[in-house]
């Protein structure tokens, strides 16, 4: 596995990569300047000849993770695995929360809107629009350190009906399982067979309620998230006396992000003017099995990008982080929020310097007072903010080996 270090000219544009010991030198005869340390890069402080390679940039876009390669006729230049935020649903869902509770603090008022919004034309769920920006995000990133002039990304199409029946044909799509009932709740009544799934009637209990197997927040209100039981249990179930058996199914958050988005990524990738071309995941696993290369997401990014025999490089981790802290303004009564209303100075993901040692930031508590760091060796420690120093912001994704 090699490394290397990703050079910019002095209009800051993208040039082949050097490796270490070339940028090391650079550096030393004062030929260069240091503008970024992960990935490292180096910024050229003289002119020079600006030949450039083909570079092609694969994407195994998805759900969770996304895998990149950026790779040459002889070399793979960068490689890395992005893990994207599950928090966005959460989050959401707190931000409306708060809303909803200014109604009815002493503040001002504020009109409900809930009525007038219309929803544009290629709308997306919230959770949806931020993982296909992160998609664009971390691809402009990788254009500002290397030269990439074509773009592959994989692309997929889940029949979600196919998948649960695999015999589902002709017209049988119009007639899915919830035909012929008014909503979920008389469907699920219907499929438990109006008996407590738990007790199986053993309570006595004729009441009957629907349950959410994982929170409707995250799980919302499919049939396969929903079981019968009776207000007994329920009861019970809510208080943590009891625990149900039945597992919530993994529902297909992932094939259902994919089909949505899958042309809408194209089309505003094209739009900024790069050569763009995609595939679909059976070929890349014909490919990937004739390389005999095991599965993964920068194995797959690999032979996306078209890659055979090429020299791999070091892999990089990249965790997304959150960018800022929710804030509240003070109100014009003078009442204090119910959150805080200071932006912490330092946030997960930012490089610092305790000592002459380079750290990360992994949390910041003590209202914004401490922070808690880990060093390159793995050993995790809380320092007060007033001993370190900030090197560079995390810039919503760090880069680790």
């Known amino acids: 596995m090699y490394t290397f270090v990703y050079v910019l000219n002095q209009r800051e544009k993208a040039l ?40 092609t940039l694969g994407i195994d876009s998805g759900y969770l993770h996304i895998g990149l390669s950026a790779i040459t006729e002889k070399e793979e230049l960068f490689s890395g695995t992005v893990m994207l935020r599950k928090n966005i649903v959460k989050l959401n869902s707190e931000r409306s929360s708060y809303r909803r509770c200014r109604r ?12 007038n919004r219309n929803k544009e034309e290629g709308w997306l769920a919230p959770s949806l629009q931020h993982k296909e920006k992160s998609h664009k995000r971390i691809i402009e990133k990788l254009e500002k350190i290397l030269p990439v002039n074509d773009i592959v990304i994989e692309v997929a199409n889940f029949d979600i009906q196919k ?22 709740r008389e469907y699920v009544l219907y499929r438990d067979g109006h008996t407590c799934q738990h007790c199986k009637g053993k309570s006595k209990d004729k009441i009957l309620e629907i349950h959410h197997l994982e929170s409707r927040q995250t799980g919302g209100n499919r049939p396969d998230n929903l079981i019968t ?35 809408k990524l194209l089309s505003s ?19 990937r099995i004739e390389l005999a290369i095991p599965k993964s997401h920068i194995n ?61 930031v992994k949390g910041v508590f003590n209202y914004g007072d401490w922070v808690r760091l880990k060093n390159r060796s793995g050993t995790i420690r809380n320092v007060a903010t007033r001993k370190i120093e900030l090197i560079k912001y995390g810039g919503g994704f760090s880069f680790e080996y």
């Open 229 to 263: 039981l009776c207000k007994t249990c329920h009861k019970k179930v809510s208080s943590a006396k009891i625990t149900l058996t039945v597992k919530p199914s993994k529902g297909y958050r992932e094939a259902g992000f994919m089909t949505t988005i899958r042309w």
């Open 104 to 115: 009815s603090r002493k503040t001002w008022y504020r009109p409900v809107r809930f009525l």
């Open 163 to 184: 998948i649960k029946n695999p015999e589902i044909e002709g017209v049988k799509y119009q007639n899915g399982e919830q035909k012929g009932f008014w909503n979920e």
């Open 269 to 287: 990738l094209k739009e900024r003017g790069k050569k763009l071309s995609y595939t679909y995941g059976y070929i890349t696993k014909k490919k």
């Open 16 to 55: 082949m990569p050097c490796s270490p010991c070339k940028g090391k030198k650079l550096l030393r005869e004062g030929k260069a300047k240091v503008v970024r340390r992960t990935p490292f890069t180096i910024q050229l402080t003289i002119a020079t000849g600006e030949t450039k390679q083909d570079v």
């Open 300 to 360: 797959d990014a690999f032979v996306i990008a078209g890659g055979k025999e090429q020299r791999r490089s070091k892999s990089y981790s990249i965790i997304q982080h959150r960018r800022h802290n929710r804030s509240l303004q003070t109100n014009r009564k003078g009442y204090k929020p119910s959150i805080r209303k200071k932006k912490y100075p330092y946030q997960p993901g930012d490089r610092v310097k305790l000592a002459g040692e380079i750290c990360t």
